[in-house]
């Protein structure tokens, strides 16, 4: 669904991706992980093709749809025109199927994105995406700046639409424990290069990994 | 008080006027971030060709739609030089816009000559509690307010005026859902065109237009968009009515020399207003 091969995003003279080669199967949803500043958003915006690669290729089958980082929803409009424009790509305007998975944002239609919580901002952003009908979805930081029982609310959503709909899913993430409890595979960035890849589980259980992002409690 | 109230319905007109191009450089700035200082130039070139247009003998109504299509032309070209090139920088197409400007001039002369020109607008004027008002005057009020409605209506209503506003309201995001920014910015500076080509035709019938008449026009028409934080099109139109009326009691009460000081004074009060208020907000921010 996703094969990125041999990626060198750069900044000017700084270099952001140095040679990262991944592989996201259909159907499959799988993390990546690592700190801040170790390229995970360069990626997202480059399979999204907001960037362009210095050299290497990405290739993705279908259509990708990016949930960013800090949610960037367009504040002055309403909710139901942010969603409304996430159907650019689609042609899809109405935005009923999504109220249908999400109903609360039914009831949030008409109020300005920029005024609600973070929970119900991140929730937008996600029916925006969802109004693409995208067949690859890229959460940038689910869970940057929320409760835990709202992340829980969208990781549920987000675990059903790749179970009951074969929607293909990479999940961005610092919060390395939410990622390893929804994701099979994952993969760890470090300053632009890729350090270690895995099933969640032998990753969990990898002291480096586990020290670095999971406070050091092997699981 | 029939005087004062001639000069305020006359002010109005002339506001109103000076509210069409504001609205073009909101337009634009809202879409692309950009201050376009050809703004003026589109009613320059629109103001020339409707009084060759007229001088050809086409009709009224066809003549002044023809140059208000031929200002949007305008504009969209503009927009192609000022970012048309992926990555330009707001600064640098300001700088493109200034010298779109200085390059209009040469066109201009080559094709109008350096004479100012008029046109025929509409005859007549009507008595209104004892003030006289010319009738082209109620027409530039009349068009202003069809066109700012018309505006509202289609940056509030229209998909393709929500996808101008998203833009404008967060271009990474625009990216994100596949909006092209820069083909959205060049229609946004083609309808700054067509903005900036209505007040030309409106004007002209008032005043003989020449090439550099796009400086009256820019320094007010950028007074009263700064009005409006060179975002918000209805506060422009305020601060373009205020112009408007301060301009036209200045010249109506024996200061006529003083009317483009008048704007640039009313302009660097408001910047100077708009600093202090935002740097205060900084400072408590930190």
Redo the contacts between chains.
């Keep these: 669904m996703i094969d990125v091969t041999g990626l060198v995003v750069s900044y000017g003279s700084a270099t952001a991706l140095d040679h990262v080669t991944l592989s996201i199967r259909p159907g499959e949803m799988v993390a990546l992980l690592g700190p801040n500043g170790a390229g995970k958003s360069t990626l997202a915006n480059t399979l999204?093709g907001?960037l362009t690669p210095a050299s290497g290729t990405v290739t993705v089958h279908g259509r990708l749809a990016?949930i960013?980082e800090g949610r960037?929803?367009?504040?002055?409009?309403s909710v139901a025109?942010n969603l409304?424009?996430?159907g650019?790509?689609s042609g899809q305007?109405d935005p009923a199927p999504v109220y249908t998975l999400l109903p609360r944002l039914a009831e949030l239609a008409p109020r300005r994105a920029g005024v609600l919580s973070g929970g119900e901002q991140q929730m937008v952003a996600f029916g925006?995406a969802l109004m693409?009908h995208p067949d690859v979805l890229v959460v940038d930081e689910l869970s940057l700046g929320l409760a835990p029982n709202v992340t829980s609310g969208l990781a549920r959503h987000l675990v059903e639409l790749n179970r009951e709909r074969g929607l293909t899913v990479l999940l961005i993430e610092q919060n390395a424990r939410l990622a390893f409890e929804l994701c099979e595979r994952a993969y760890v960035l470090e300053s632009g290069r890729l350090v270690a890849e895995g099933d969640c589980a032998d990753l969990a259980g990898d002291p480096r990994v586990a020290g670095a992002y999971l406070g050091g409690a092997i699981t | 008080m029939s005087a004062f109230l001639g000069y305020l319905l006359n002010g109005l007109a002339v506001g109103c006027a000076i509210a069409l191009i504001a609205s073009g450089l909101v337009a634009v700035h809202r879409v692309t971030g950009v201050v376009n200082f050809a703004q003026g130039t589109f009613a320059v070139v629109a103001g020339l060709c409707v009084s060759s247009l007229l001088g050809l003998g086409l009709p009224h109504g066809l003549s002044e739609v023809a140059a208000v299509l031929v200002a949007a032309l305008a504009g969209l070209l503009t927009g192609l030089a000022a970012i048309g090139r992926p990555g330009t920088t707001p600064l640098s197409s300001l700088i493109v816009t200034l010298g779109v400007g200085v390059l209009a001039y040469a066109v201009e002369i080559v094709l109008w000559g350096d004479q100012p020109r008029s046109a025929p607008g509409l005859a007549g004027s009507v008595t209104v509690a004892g003030a006289r008002i010319q009738t082209q005057h109620l027409l530039v009020i009349a068009v202003t307010a069809v066109t700012f409605v018309l505006l509202a209506l289609f940056f509030g209503r229209t998909?393709l005026g929500?996808?101008l506003?998203?833009c404008a309201?967060?271009p990474?995001?625009?990216?994100?859902?596949?909006?092209d920014v820069r083909r959205l910015g060049l229609l946004a500076f083609a309808l700054g065109g067509l903005l900036g080509g209505i007040a030309g035709v409106l004007v002209t019938p008032l005043r003989p237009i020449s090439f550099d008449t796009d400086v009256t026009l820019i320094v007010n028409g950028f007074a009263a968009a700064v009005f409006g934080g060179l975002t918000r099109p209805v506060v422009a139109l305020a601060g373009a009515l205020l112009l408007g009326v301060a301009e036209t009691m200045a010249a109506g009460y024996g200061y006529g020399a003083h009317q483009l000081e008048v704007a640039l004074g009313l302009m660097l009060v408001v910047m100077i207003v708009r600093a202090g208020r935002r740097s205060t907000i900084h400072q408590e921010a930190v």
Aim: charged share 20%.
């Design positions: 999204a907001l990016l960013p960037q929803l367009f504040p002055d409009l025109d409304a424009l996430g650019w790509r305007r925006r693409s | 998909y929500k996808a506003t998203a309201s967060n990474y995001a625009a990216r994100v859902v596949g909006l």
